[in-house]
């Protein structure tokens, strides 16, 4: 009773808590309504949301359910493994639980159909251990052997055991996949996978001693599997297994006869540690995901609300807002806030104002030994470092801070030993760079592309900045990117500051003017569309298998996971959660730019990664 008005009262709280934001939201609604109501309509309109001709792409919906079928040759695996179970019968309580144990081991083979479907055939060889109350049978299944032993009420009962041989096929899903859907070749995400494996099979009897069964029966099988792969191949798994095996309830030769009721099943419950190799060649475990001509028209039209004035009224002007915001290579925020609640690391105000790769050392002391000796502590434990909103002055002012905001300041700091104890010095911790094993990566980076190999060291460092998320940095916007004549163009820095404040450490990023007027719409004027487009070049050094497909997999990843990210930052601000939920669009249509330039660091990669948000509006 006291746990369940608990869990009362905090529901109410959070319900409560959630009510100041639901009457913001409906009040806002309230006020577009009143602002155009009992006006005389002027025009419709039509608003541009998809730019793209017919391209041959390998994903056309970029959906993760959606795949074809592998070759019959394709994704076949062999597997191993050995544990021990525990055999509850009728009598199993009757003696220590170790002398129910009995050892295991099984091989098979299996082929994956679908990323999510898979059969197998599974060759299993252990014992069974317990006890039984049966003595009479001539080839009883489960062999007594021993003095007799008697229960409490008298039921005399006997140590039994029996060797077996178990052939199954079982069907096994992939939990992991089902929900997430299939993560693609070659990525490293969803390294640990849960499956679920149901089957039946077929139990053949040894005998015990010079007795030698001539019984079988039919087994259930049910598994849950955790595998944990080693590499981004999917290749080998180390596979934990906890297992059941259920029988008619006569295994142990009690058939509910006479004074004693049998349980409905026998069973075999254990534990079990193996290994999955998936054979084939170099990439031949991957699954398609169809290459189509994908036919989209120039224009998608929306159609605006019918917009009204009154007589002699001012009329109500509509007009397009847009802004670009610019990443670090292998970036998109996937990792951080606003796509994972509750992060330490928010990815708009890593670009805003984060240091480094908003990583520190975790055991400070250590760090500070290595750096005292001249070493580097690369190889030390980091965490991650906690942002900061933009929009205040910080403290530890003696470095570049922010993506691309400052011009000619890059966001990588030195490593040199003496370098980075002077930091720590002044700002008590110790900056830490990203450290895959293999590369020291100088800038914030998403896990799934944590162990990608670029093509120079320089290009793990950020060495160049030309200001592209600040105001300073549109005429460069306006020269390099497609920016049409009616596009209201404004910075990063422009539309953070309206969505917070234009103080601090922002303000010197900004145009107040510019920021005066996007505060403007966004208070006071209607929102009709939020559409953002997401960008990644074409740069990608991967040169296995499938090297094509796989660097489109990888960059459409970017693109469109920069794009949510932004969307997520958006539609957090209580000011436009009145905006209807189909008028936020997020797209990675013709997202990977072509990039001849090997390096990440140059102006042609930099200003192709990105994200385009048009906010289209009207206001009186």
């Given amino acids: ?4 008005f608990i869990f009362i009262l905090a529901a109410a709280f959070a319900l409560l808590g959630t009510l100041p934001i639901q009457a913001q939201v409906s009040a806002r609604r309230q006020q577009i309504d009143s602002l155009y109501a009992d006006y005389r309509e002027v025009f419709r309109d039509t608003l541009l949301v998809a730019e793209s001709s ?17 070759p019959f040759r394709q994704n076949w695996f062999v597997f191993a493994s050995g544990g021990a179970h525990t055999f509850r019968g009728d009598y199993s309580n009757l ?16 082929k994956w159909f679908m990323p999510w479907l898979a059969l197998k055939a599974e060759f299993m060889q252990s014992s069974t251990r317990g006890y039984t109350a049966r003595n009479g049978s001539t080839t009883p299944l489960f062999y007594p052997y021993g003095d007799p032993m008697r229960t409490d009420n008298g039921t005399e009962y006997f140590q039994a055991r029996t060797g077996w041989l178990d052939f199954s096929g079982s069907a096994m899903l992939n939990l992991t996949r089902l929900y997430y859907g299939y993560e693609g070749y070659g990525s490293r995400e969803r390294m640990g996978q849960l499956l679920l494996n149901l089957g039946v099979g077929a139990t053949h009897h040894l005998g015990y001693g010079q007795v030698h069964g001539s019984d079988n029966n039919l087994s259930a099988h049910f598994e849950l599997q955790y595998s944990q792969f080693f590499t981004e191949k999917k290749n080998l798994s180390l596979d934990f297994k906890a297992r059941a095996m259920l029988y008619e309830t006569h295994y142990d030769n009690e058939w509910g006869q ?9 069973s075999h419950l254990g534990l079990n540690l193996g290994l999955t190799w998936y054979l084939g060649k170099k990439g031949g475990n991957g699954w398609r995901t ?12 929306t159609e605006v609300p019918i917009m009204k004035v009154k007589e002699n009224d001012r009329p109500v002007r509509q007009g397009t807002i847009t802004f670009y915001v610019f990443y670090p290579n292998n970036y998109s925020g996937r990792n951080d806030a606003p796509n994972i609640a509750g992060a330490n690391v928010n990815a708009i105000e890593y670009l805003a104002g984060g240091i480094f790769t908003q990583k520190v050392y975790a055991d400070k002391e250590k760090a500070a030994a290595k750096l005292a000796a001249g070493q580097s502590p690369v190889a030390l434990a980091t965490a991650d470092l906690p942002t900061e909103p933009a929009n205040i002055d910080f403290e530890i002012d003696f470095v570049p801070r922010g993506y691309e905001m400052l011009t000619d300041t890059p966001l990588s700091l030195s490593l040199n030993p003496s370098d980075m104890e002077s930091f720590g010095k002044a700002a008590g911790f110790y900056y830490a760079p990203i450290n895959d094993g293999k590369h020291i990566w100088q800038y914030r980076i998403d896990d799934a592309t944590l162990g990608q190999q670029l093509v120079s060291d320089e290009n793990y460092r950020e060495t160049t900045s030309y200001g592209l998320n600040a105001h300073s940095g549109l005429n460069t916007i306006r020269q390099y990117m497609d920016v049409t004549d009616d596009d209201e163009l404004v910075s990063f820095a422009d539309v953070y500051a309206a969505l917070t404040s234009n ?19 966004i208070n006071n004027g209607a929102i009709l569309l939020i559409q953002a487009d997401g960008f990644a070049t074409s740069q990608d ?13 990888r960059n459409s990843a970017l693109a469109e996971n920069r794009a949510n990210t932004v969307i997520n930052w958006l539609t957090a601000d209580p000011r436009l959660q009145y905006v209807r939920s189909q008028s936020f669009i997020v797209t990675n249509n013709g997202s990977i730019r072509p990039v001849d330039d090997p390096s ?9 990664r990105c994200v385009r948000v048009r906010i289209r509006y009207m206001i009186k």
Avoid at 541 to 553: F, L, M
């Fill in 290 to 301: 169809g290459t189509n001509t994908v036919y989209r028209s120039e224009y998608r039209e």
């Fill in 600 to 608: 990440v660091r140059g102006l042609s990669a930099k200003t192709n």
């Fill in 95 to 110: 003696g220590p639980f170790m002398t129910t144990v009995s050892p295991e081991y099984s091989v098979g083979f299996g």
């Fill in 541 to 553: 050094n991967y040169t296995g298998d499938n090297a094509t497909r796989v660097g489109i997999e």
């Fill in 258 to 266: 006479g004074d004693y009721a049998a349980h409905h099943i026998d």
């Fill in 503 to 521: 103080e601090g450490y922002v303000e010197n990023f900004t145009d107040e003017a510019t920021v005066n007027k996007i505060r403007d719409i």
């Fill in 54 to 70: 017919d391209v041959t792409v390998v994903n056309d919906g970029a959906d993760p359910y959606q795949v074809v079928s592998n």
């Fill in 1 to 4: 009773m006291k746990k369940s």
